[in-house]
């Protein structure tokens, strides 16, 4: 049987509730099961998952703080000062070029990008304000696959010719990304 299975730790809101609603029966008749990872995040819920990324990958900075999201300190190297956890989740962005992008993740807060970020359209985001995470609008959600979305590209087809499909007949979809070191699919509402 096709659903839409939203995990029990996702924090939900009137917008994403009424966006999956809607899409149940666009993934119902497609026979997709499309499973929701993520909504509504506070910054700290943000710095969380940074901080997952971070211990997953290695990449941590001495000055990394997981538990406080405004905390500032001043790195000699670079002359000057910065969120705790600014530079762990830089180097989680860096990447060698659009066909092979770092972790897709916005900062807790709005941030400058330290390191060189190459987005999909070509651009550099080294040195660039990144603003915090589009999660705490409480207007997106992650969905994910039930394994590996990199090994799951007619799955990945599927749902998103369910978005779309769901998109041209009215639902409050804006648009989405697939994130694939993520293993997500991030769909941003109206």
Same mark, same amino acid.
């Given at each position: 049987m096709s659903e839409i299975v939203k995990r029990p730790w996702v924090k939900s809101t009137p917008t994403i509730d009424a966006v999956l609603k809607a899409l149940g029966p666009f993934a119902a008749e497609a026979g997709v099961r499309m499973i929701i990872t993520s909504g509504l995040r506070a910054p700290l819920d943000q710095l969380r998952v940074v901080s997952g990324y971070a211990y997953e990958n290695h990449i941590f900075f001495p000055e990394f703080a997981a538990h406080d999201v405004h905390k500032r300190v001043t790195i000699p190297e670079l002359g000057r000062e910065l969120y705790a956890w600014q530079r762990t989740w830089s180097a989680l962005l860096r990447n060698v070029g659009p066909e092979d992008p770092g972790i897709v993740i916005n900062p807790p807060l709005?941030?400058?990008?330290?390191?060189?970020?190459?987005? @999909?359209?070509?651009?550099?985001?080294?040195?660039?304000?990144? @603003?915090?995470? @589009?999660?705490?609008?409480?207007k997106c959600f992650d969905e994910q696959a039930d394994g590996n979305l990199k090994d799951q590209i007619d799955e990945v087809h599927m749902k998103i010719a369910v978005l779309e499909k769901a998109k041209a007949s009215g639902v409050a979809i804006k648009g989405w990304r697939i994130e694939r070191k993520n293993n997500a699919i991030h769909v941003d509402c109206v």
């Open positions: 709005a941030a400058e990008c330290l390191d060189d970020y190459i987005r @999909p359209d070509g651009s550099n985001a080294k040195g660039l304000i990144i @603003p915090g995470t @589009p999660h705490g609008t409480g």
